[in-house]
């Protein structure tokens, strides 16, 4: 089945704890991105990939570190979260730019953060 | 800075009943999709739309996208509480991105 998987899907941390999130998509999609959601704000990007090697911030970048070093992973790094970085994360993938009529975005189910 | 704004934010029906979501903003867009988010899950692409006009159907699901690209509406013919979920909508703007709306949570009872 065709899917973005990001593991985990609950995590409780405490401040300054180095966490990963990860996220795998088995569709040989050339474009990741990972985004926040909040109440009252929506979807907002944190960063996005191209290509493998190839990250740019999105809107939302600081405090969070990515890699593409393969093409199927983009994990999502916090090196020392903190309780502004308690959110609903998705991971997301598509074959080319997302914003072109041809693709659009296949999501992962979310990880659910708290930072205490 | 391009937004898209969503109206209604909350919307609470009874099955059987007929409503319209709408996606706008000041800016032209070049396309616009859809998702629709169940609680518990990822966002799940519905459509998209590019030209001016252009009217999209989907089951009980009508879309069209604005004769000048800066507006869209969704609408839903005897929901069922099978529709219950975010619906975003999310314009191709003029920075390579993709611009999310703040969505509209439809809640439809039995």
């Known amino acids: 089945e065709a899917q973005v998987t990001q593991n985990p899907r609950y995590l409780i941390t405490v401040t300054g704890k180095k966490l990963t999130v990860t996220c795998s998509q088995n569709?040989?999609?050339?474009?990741m991105s990972w985004y926040r959601q909040d109440p009252g704000l929506g979807l907002r990007q944190i960063y996005y990939?191209?290509?493998?090697?190839?990250?740019d911030k999105g809107d939302v970048p600081e405090g969070y570190k990515v890699s593409r070093k393969e093409k199927r992973n983009f994990p999502l790094i916090l090196e020392s979260p903190s309780p502004n970085q308690t959110s609903l994360y998705f991971c997301?993938?598509?074959?080319?730019?997302?914003?072109?009529?041809?693709?659009?975005?296949?999501f992962g189910s979310g990880t659910r953060l708290t930072v205490v | 800075t391009q937004l898209l704004e969503q109206s209604p934010q909350f919307l609470s029906i009874q099955e059987g009943e007929n409503l319209t979501v709408y996606c706008n903003s000041s800016?032209?867009?070049?396309?616009l999709q859809w998702y629709r988010q169940e609680p518990g899950e990822g966002p799940v692409l519905l459509v998209t739309?590019?030209?001016?006009?252009e009217v999209k159907k989907l089951k009980r699901l009508t879309f069209q996208f604005g004769d000048a690209r800066k507006d869209s509406s969704l609408h839903i013919t005897a929901a069922q509480p099978g529709d219950t979920g975010l619906y975003l909508c999310?314009?191709?703007?003029?920075?390579?991105?993709?611009?999310f709306g703040t969505g509209t949570r439809l809640q439809v009872f039995p």
């Open positions: 800016s032209v867009f070049s396309s």
């Open positions: 739309v590019v030209t001016g006009g």
């Open positions: 997301a993938s598509s074959l080319g730019q997302p914003y072109t009529p041809t693709y659009g975005y296949t």
């Open positions: 999310a314009g191709a703007g003029n920075t390579d991105k993709l611009i």
């Open positions: 569709m040989n999609h050339e474009y």
């Open positions: 990939s191209m290509n493998v090697e190839v990250t």
